[in-house]
């Protein structure tokens, strides 16, 4: 007579099975006494099975499973270990995220303005904000307001500017009697408030009031160029790697720097300025981009062949010069033409230095986020 193997039967029979795998892989970790024990158990679990009783086989089961899972107890600090691997897999992926997709930059001058702000200081003669109002335009608009006064008569000796986490800054002001702390960057505190080496102060007396608006925030898309080549009208980020008219200026200690600039000069162009038009190749550029710094509105200014109230640049120094852009290499110009340090000062930008396009303003949350054009 032809009799079905009852359900439980089967169930322990897969049970024995899996202990059995589990000694196999175990048994060179286990204890003598933890061996013997589950090989007691799986001998009393199959004389279960021999008897056909479901209660005896309910048994069986649970005491074997109970002397396993004293065998595979988790290690000590187990969530404490699993939280450090989870935030190491995080680390890991946002550093290759930065490596190879993306990459967050700070504009640092105003060079392109008003396309893309950099750090601007403004003096003020009125007291800043309430508490609150402060911390929301810092957040929404990246604006730090202070009012800074001396505490005697004194005068300044030095300027120290930090950086934690490449992104607070603060600058130290040392006075022949106090020193004086602001999260606010050196250069533009000596530039905007004309707090400076050898300045005095009577006692109450204002060192800096107003406020600091951060540069803006910018998301660097390292992919594409990989794929495509840049396009003239591009705002890109470059190394400064090898060129020497700006390396000379830098401290040696912090090595090549990048910039971001609007790629104006393709390989083979030849380029002219007569302010406020720039001509590529003997035609004004009909993109959007070179159109509106030469349309003179909205803050734009036109081109132009120097600085403000300064000397003629080493290269498109005047509306009769041109330039061609040669093999390799690419002409860089900042949007706000009259206050930008670029390839009409220091030259041509090498193909090879070129890191990326820049993508989207990503804080602050002024008229300028979102996409880059």
Not at 23 to 48: F, V
Not at 125 to 134: A, C, G, K
Not at 275 to 304: A, C, E, H, I, W
């Amino acid at each position: 007579m032809f009799l079905l193997t009852p359900r439980y039967i089967k169930d322990a029979k897969n049970y024995i099975h899996g202990a059995k795998k589990f000694l196999s892989y175990k048994k060179d970790i286990l204890q003598h006494a933890q061996i013997h024990q589950i090989e007691s158990g799986i001998r009393d679990l199959q004389s279960a099975i021999r008897a056909r009783s479901r209660e005896a086989v309910s048994v069986s089961v649970t005491r074997l499973d109970e002397l396993i899972g004293k065998c595979v107890q988790p290690p000590k600090n187990a969530s404490l270990r699993e939280n450090i691997e989870v935030f190491l897999v995080a680390v890991i992926i946002a550093a290759g995220v930065k490596a190879f997709l993306i990459q967050p930059f700070r504009i640092p001058t105003g060079s392109m303005q008003p396309t893309l702000y950099g750090i601007v200081g403004v003096p003020t003669d009125t007291p800043p904000p309430n508490p609150l109002t402060r911390v929301f335009e810092f957040f929404i608009l990246g604006r730090h307001s202070f009012d800074l006064r001396a505490k005697e008569e004194d005068v300044v000796v030095s300027l120290s500017e930090k950086t934690y986490a490449n992104f607070f800054t603060f600058t130290q002001i040392v006075c022949r009697r106090h020193t004086y702390t602001l999260f606010v960057p050196r250069d533009p505190l000596m530039r905007y408030f004309r707090v400076v080496p050898g300045r005095q102060y009577a006692a109450g007396e204002v060192i800096a009031r107003g406020h600091m608006d951060t540069g803006d925030q910018v998301f660097v898309d390292k992919v594409s160029y990989n794929f495509v080549k840049p396009a003239s009208g591009d705002v890109f980020v470059f190394k400064t790697t090898g060129i020497h008219e700006i390396e000379s200026g830098l401290d040696p200690a912090m090595g090549s720097q990048h910039y971001i600039k609007r790629l104006a000069g393709m390989p083979g162009d030849t380029m002219r300025i007569a302010p406020p038009l720039l001509y590529l190749n003997g035609k004004v550029p009909t993109d959007f981009v070179f159109q509106r710094v030469m349309s003179m509105k909205d803050g734009y200014q036109g081109y132009s062949n120097a600085g403000r109230g300064g000397p003629a640049f080493r290269f498109l120094g005047s509306p009769e010069e041109t330039f061609t852009v040669p093999a390799n290499s690419y002409f860089a110009l900042g949007d706000n033409s009259y206050h930008s340090r670029d390839s009409r000062d220091w030259g041509i930008v090498p193909a090879r230095n070129v890191a990326g396009r820049g993508l989207v303003v990503y804080w602050p949350f002024s008229k300028r986020w979102g996409l880059i054009r």
